[in-house]
């Protein structure tokens, strides 16, 4: 069973930055292709990055340039560095592993982490 337990969120003013931590167990992380996606008061769960198990990465464009996702198999962890935040970055931020076997998708979801972006 995954079990992803995020950390690192916090407040921060405009322009800071911050890096998130997302540790998975119970599963072989190295296989799994990691996300992070974010979920803004009355707004719907969006994905703002990814990565594959072979390391190619995806985002959003509102955080393009900014943002950078990262895994480090050894360590059962993916992170998010986050540059230049925006009050519009905050959100509360989730974690999601996944993979695919034929038409059967396996992921999990971590608890969250909220970002703040305030002065």
């Known amino acids: 069973q995954v079990q992803l337990v995020e950390s690192g969120g916090g407040l921060v003013q405009p322009g800071g930055s911050l890096r998130l931590s997302c540790a998975a167990s119970?599963?072989?992380?190295?296989?799994?292709?990691m996300g992070w996606y974010r979920q803004a008061p009355g707004k719907q769960r969006e994905l703002v990055a990814g990565i594959t198990s072979g390391g190619s990465t995806n985002y959003a464009d509102s955080v393009k340039g900014r943002f950078t996702i990262s895994r480090d198999n050894a360590e059962n962890t993916v992170y998010l560095q986050m540059n230049s935040l925006k009050p519009d970055d905050t959100a509360v931020y989730y974690c999601?592993?996944?993979?695919?076997?034929?038409?059967?998708?396996?992921?999990?979801w971590g608890q969250g982490t909220l970002v703040t972006v305030s002065s």
């Open positions: 999601n592993a996944e993979r695919r076997v034929g038409t059967i998708v396996l992921d999990g």
């Open positions: 119970g599963i072989i992380f190295s296989i799994y292709d």
